[in-house]
């Protein structure tokens, strides 16, 4: 079936530091992928999403790049701070509906 | 106004005993999803709602998982004769229509479920 594959699974880096998290998808068929940060005992909440159609999306400190024919895309965070310490799960979305999240990156940025 | 809601936040049981999980999307929104997370695992789909049907399934782990969702709003999730591996964080999610790509998805606040 269809999985997403992240990496890596823990992630430690000094504050200011960059940061970068990387997925691959099998489905050919996604066509939105979005990042989710997970606090420690909190919900997932969307912090940047890219529709197959762009190659690249920034929100200030975080940047997320596709590359579609590689089926890869990335996470990019400048400047950590210790509040970026979560953990960061990726998804493809195919369809409307289906999505398929990665296991999840445990970033620590150490102060 | 309120986001996803559910309920219980936390759930103990027995082996073999029933539960019940209960889930309050954001009022208006049509898709809902129920996703398991066990620990240090990622988000693993269970089933999806559009309105008060489920045309998607095939992520419930057994026939032991089964799911409702009535009036397009409340959704329980039903685990019967619980096993110890159905220990986890069970989340659900909204969102606000499910007919084109990219719709955010807004979850609620899981319900750990431990299984003694």
């Known amino acids: 079936g269809e999985n997403v594959e992240q990496h890596p699974s823990t992630l430690s880096v000094q504050e200011g530091d960059s940061a970068v998290i990387k997925c691959t998808y099998s489905d050919s068929a996604s066509n939105y992928f979005p990042w989710y940060k997970q606090e420690l005992g909190k919900r997932p909440q969307l912090i940047i999403d890219i529709r197959s159609n762009v190659g690249e999306k920034k929100d200030q400190r975080i940047a997320v790049t596709l590359n579609k024919t590689a089926k890869h895309f990335s996470l990019h965070i400048t400047e950590t701070q210790p509040e970026d310490s979560a953990v960061y799960f990726c998804a493809a979305v195919s369809g409307t509906y289906k999505y398929i999240f990665g296991t999840g990156t445990r970033l620590k940025v150490l102060a | 106004g309120a986001g996803v809601s559910q309920s219980p936040s936390n759930k103990v049981t027995e082996k073999g005993k029933d539960v019940e999980l209960r889930c309050d999307p954001i009022?208006?929104?049509?898709?809902l999803y129920w996703y398991r997370q066990s620990l240090g695992q990622g988000l693993e789909f269970l089933i999806y709602?559009?309105?008060?049907?489920?045309?998607?399934k095939s992520g419930l782990p057994s026939d032991r998982f089964s799911a409702e969702r009535t009036g397009g709003s409340v959704s329980t999730l039903t685990i019967q004769r619980t096993q110890q591996e159905d220990s986890a964080v069970y989340l659900c999610a909204s969102s606000l229509v499910s007919g084109e790509p990219g719709v955010e998805q807004f979850f609620g606040p899981g319900t750990r479920l431990t299984v003694l």
């Open positions: 709602f559009q309105g008060n049907s489920a045309p998607d």
């Open positions: 009022s208006g929104h049509t898709a």
